[in-house]
């Protein structure tokens, strides 16, 4: 039984004109239990709407979505996400903002208890030393880490991120994606993960499905990645397994997909 | 050397030196034009004008001998008819204290209100575009009819006037929460009244307390033409009256006393407004 089953899925939005616009047009996937499934289109095909209706944010036009056999009919604790802009809450320390998710994931747990759990998953992303601080007094990189930690401090089954380090700096964002490989590894998540870096999917998934161009976006193709974990971010730079993967995402971004403005 | 006098503030005392020196000459020079008008507002005030020099527009130095003068009798209090200058700023600011309180109760909550249910907004829209451009002093003769009690009624035109700005920024301010932290309620399940109390309301604080800013500054500015149409104290009774007995210095005093006290109530919401706004 898959974790997460994204049943012919459509969704359009009428825009301010009243004209429709059909974002993504049936949109079928399975994702199995702990599989980590990786995002990719170019921007604006539909990625983030796919995201948010499976976080139960929006709702689609049609089609269902399946969380544990149970059909999403809005967000739930089963499902946390993390966001792009960290949403951090900057009136609240780190500890505060992971303890107002933890809170409502464990209703009726102890306050000691509570405030146990934000305090581990803050230390599960090194930022122990961090837990009374706001969030302006801390770096970019540890604000998306603490937004790791309350998405992981809720122990959903499975976790949502869209595009979460593409604001950082490529050895931020490298250390975040190992820490990111390391929880999931230990709590066994089913992740789906929104990205517009080729080699950040590859290091990270297992299956990497991409969108084929927007409007009425489709499932364009997808790649299972059986690189054995633990997997060697230099390694798949230069393997000839890495540069497979590599070439043929490309391929379909820039080839059978491209840019509405470069095709000519 | 050179540096420090580029200073703006050097610039600033050089300006203000140069206008009291404008000022002593325009009212040391005799039989000017000044002295004439000043005649003419003699009687347009119904006095007879009983010598120029009485009427003339004081010079700095008179202006300053005089605000010594209230500053020293500044809080007398042997009769009413002899209440020092302190007193009267005290009415002043207890009324605009009272005034801008209860606007402020009722601004926060309803703006809330209005915020969180667009509804409510469009619903009350016509009617706060209405009221709000209303000047605070056509009231002041309504209030005075419906109270029958001045000081009732300068709290009440105080209240009037303040509430608008409050009520607007407070609505615009929650309806306007980031939808990222809205996202962030809905996503982790947060409920309803926590969420307004703990998203809603702290996302808020900036716009109420730029509204709140607002408001003071209405009051403060507004409190001096209340009292001067329908009270029996306050610094704008006072103004009132020192131009009954054709006291200019006396009013010249007052008015930078109005001003000072203006600029620090702003200073002071504006420090407020740092200390509980959130950083990021
Ligand atoms: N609330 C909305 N109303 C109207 N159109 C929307 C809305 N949200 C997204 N869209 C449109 O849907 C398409 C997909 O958007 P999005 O999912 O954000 O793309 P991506 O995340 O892949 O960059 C875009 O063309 C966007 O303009
Ligand atoms: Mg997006």
């Not at chain 1, 969704?11 to 004209?19: E, H, I, N, P, T």
């Not at chain 1, 544990?68 to 320390?93: I, N, Y």
């Amino acid at each position: 039984m898959a974790d997460l089953d994204i049943n012919d899925v459509s969704m359009s939005f009428v825009d301010r004109s009243g004209k429709q616009l059909i974002a993504l047009d049936r949109i079928s996937l399975a994702i199995e239990h702990s599989e980590f499934v990786c995002l990719i289109g170019h921007s604006g095909c539909g990625k983030s709407t796919l995201l948010n209706i499976v976080a139960g944010l929006l709702m689609p036009t049609s089609g269902t979505i399946r969380c544990a056999s149970a059909v999403v009919t809005g967000p739930g604790p089963e499902r946390a996400m993390v966001f792009q802009s960290h949403a951090l809450l900057p009136w609240m320390t780190c500890v505060e903002n992971v303890h107002l998710a933890v809170k409502q994931a464990f209703r009726g747990a102890p306050r000691s208890e509570l405030m146990d759990r934000a305090e581990q998953a803050l230390k599960l992303v090194h930022l122990e030393h961090a837990i009374g601080k706001y969030p302006f007094e801390i770096s970019g990189g540890m604000k998306q880490r603490v937004g790791i930690a309350r998405a992981f401090a809720v122990q959903p089954k499975v976790l949502l991120l869209d595009e979460p380090f593409g604001a950082l700096d490529a050895l931020t964002r490298s250390s975040l994606q190992d820490e990111l490989v390391r929880i999931v590894e230990t709590t066994k998540t089913t992740v789906v993960m929104v990205t517009h870096d080729i080699d950040e999917a590859i290091f990270l998934s297992d299956r990497i499905v991409a969108l084929s161009n927007g409007p009425a976006a489709r499932i364009g193709r997808i790649w299972k990645v059986e690189t054995p974990r633990p997997r060697d971010r230099l390694k798949l730079t230069t393997d000839f397994e890495g540069i497979k993967y590599r070439k043929e995402i490309l391929e379909f971004l820039y080839k059978k997909e491209p840019f509405p403005q470069f095709a000519s | 050397m050179l540096n420090r006098l580029q200073q703006p503030w050097v610039a600033s005392i050089a300006i203000f030196v140069g206008f009291i020196c404008i000022w002593a000459w325009l009212t040391t020079t005799p039989s000017g034009p000044i002295s004439a008008a000043d005649a003419e507002y003699a009687r347009l005030a119904g006095q007879s004008a009983s010598g120029q020099q009485a009427s003339a527009i004081p010079s700095p130095w008179a202006v300053a001998l005089r605000g010594y003068e209230l500053i020293a009798h500044a809080l007398d209090n042997d009769n009413p008819n002899n209440l020092g200058i302190a007193w009267h700023l005290v009415y002043s600011m207890a009324r605009v204290a009272l005034g801008f309180t209860l606007a402020l109760a009722v601004a926060v909550p309803l703006g809330f209100i209005l915020g969180l249910w667009p509804a409510c907004y469009q619903a009350l829209d016509p009617f706060i575009q209405v009221l709000r451009p209303v000047s605070p002093l056509a009231w002041m003769p309504l209030a005075l009819y419906t109270f029958r009690d001045s000081t009732i009624s300068t709290i009440f035109i105080i209240f009037i006037c303040a509430v608008w700005p409050m009520l607007i920024s407070t609505a615009t301010g929650t309806a306007s929460v980031r939808a990222e932290w809205l996202n962030v309620s809905r996503v982790f399940g947060v409920p309803k009244l926590e969420h307004v109390t703990r998203v809603v309301f702290p996302a808020s604080v900036p716009m109420i307390l730029s509204g709140m800013r607002i408001s003071i500054g209405i009051a403060w500015f507004v409190i001096v033409a209340a009292e001067m149409v329908g009270a029996q104290s306050g610094i704008g009774y006072f103004i009132w009256n020192e131009w009954n007995n054709l006291q200019i210095a006396s009013m010249i005093v007052a008015i930078v006393l109005v001003g000072a006290i203006g600029l620090a109530l702003d200073v002071i919401l504006k420090r407020i407004g740092e200390r509980l706004s959130f950083r990021e």
